[in-house]
């Protein structure tokens, strides 16, 4: 059975920086890609990042990129999400989550990690 256990969430002022884990284990079949999601209190959950666990083809929302990168170490099966220059807007739980996703970014399965949560202050 697929698990995701997220590690690193926290409190930070606005510039500053965390790196949020995702441990994978078990495995599921026709799984291609380990993604980060986040949702604010009263919006909905959006993806921020997603790396296909093949090849390490990488995927990043308008809003984050150029500041969050996603990585990962297939030897120890985590996923990791660095987040720099930090905002505001940018605290929300963040999940983790593992499926298959189409190259055009449909998630056709999805497991989820029970999230961490991120907080910004200005």
């Known amino acids: 059975q697929l698990q995701l256990v997220e590690f690193g969430g926290g409190s930070v002022p606005a510039g500053g920086s965390l790196r949020l884990s995702c441990a994978v284990s078990g495995y599921t079949y026709g799984n291609n890609c380990v993604g980060w999601f986040r949702q604010a209190p009263g919006k909905g959950r959006d993806e921020v990042a997603a790396?296909?666990?093949?090849?390490?083809?990488?995927y990043s929302s308008d809003s984050v990129k150029r500041r969050f990168t996603i990585s990962q170490d297939t030897a120890k099966n985590t996923v990791f999400l660095q987040m720099n220059s930090l905002k505001p807007e940018d605290t929300a739980m963040y999940y983790c989550a593992a499926g298959r996703r189409g190259t055009g970014g449909t998630w056709y399965t999805i497991t989820w990690g029970r999230g961490t949560q991120v907080t910004v202050s200005s």
């Open positions: 790396i296909y666990t093949s090849g390490d083809t990488t």
